[in-house]
């Protein structure tokens, strides 16, 4: 009796949309018994639902490029558009196809699919964690070279870094914090006071400071030197 939401073929029936299709059946008389009371079923129609699938998790490092990256697979050839957010912009964003790498952390990526026919399909989602981790520096004190004074020694530090800061936080080095020990025979207490006795002494840099970006952005390490 709903032909607009199904249709029976003998004994098939084909649900065309949403609603509720409602069936009656009607069996006749013979000479022997009357007509069967008319019977009735029907049947709830709900909207389809399309099923998502390969949107892998990604792992990356601060300062990696953005990637592009493909649509979930759909279960069904059913028309529309897919939009995405971050549950966190600092670390991973989407613009277009392109997946953004912004700062160290986790973010969860969803993909939203919209059914062009929003009558008979429900809207569908699937997630991808981003993971990004710090971007590891290690940090080398150049070697240096004085002579004897009998003072305590006015030592200029350089060092040398693994790898480079990324984008503008590599505007403003970093400051440091440079400490000293005896080496090769040479008695002299780990600290950050310049020797003055002639001597080998290993100079070891610490305490990196950003003068600009995050420090949860990196891992920092220090190499000494002599």
């Not at 939401?5 to 003998?10: A, F, P």
């Amino acid at each position: 009796t709903t032909v607009g939401v199904c249709t029976l073929t003998g004994s098939t029936f084909t649900f065309l949309t949403t609603g509720t299709c409602t069936v009656k059946a009607d069996q006749a008389g013979n000479s022997t018994y009357s007509a069967a009371p008319q019977a009735t079923q029907s049947w709830t129609v709900g909207k389809g639902s399309v099923t998502l699938s390969n949107f892998a998790d990604v792992t990356k490092t601060f300062g990696d490029s953005g990637i592009t990256f493909t649509a979930p697979t759909k279960s069904a050839s059913v028309t529309g558009s897919f939009s995405y957010t971050s549950s966190n912009t600092g670390v991973a964003s989407v613009s277009g196809s392109t997946l953004n790498f912004s700062g160290a952390g986790t973010a969860t990526i969803t993909a939203t699919f919209t059914p062009g026919d929003t009558s008979n399909y429900s809207t569908s989602t699937i997630t991808m964690t981003v993971t990004v981790s710090p971007r590891t520096i290690r940090f080398t004190a150049n070697d240096q070279s004085k002579t004897y004074t009998g003072s305590t020694l006015s030592i200029t530090n350089t060092y040398s870094m693994s790898t480079t800061l990324v984008g503008a936080d590599g505007n403003s080095p970093p400051t440091l914090t440079y400490s000293y020990l005896g080496i090769s025979g040479t008695t002299y207490t780990s600290s950050t006071t310049a020797p003055t006795n002639v001597g080998s002494y290993s100079i070891t840099p610490s305490s990196a400071v950003l003068t600009q970006g995050n420090a949860n952005n990196y891992i920092f390490y220090s190499t000494l030197s002599c």
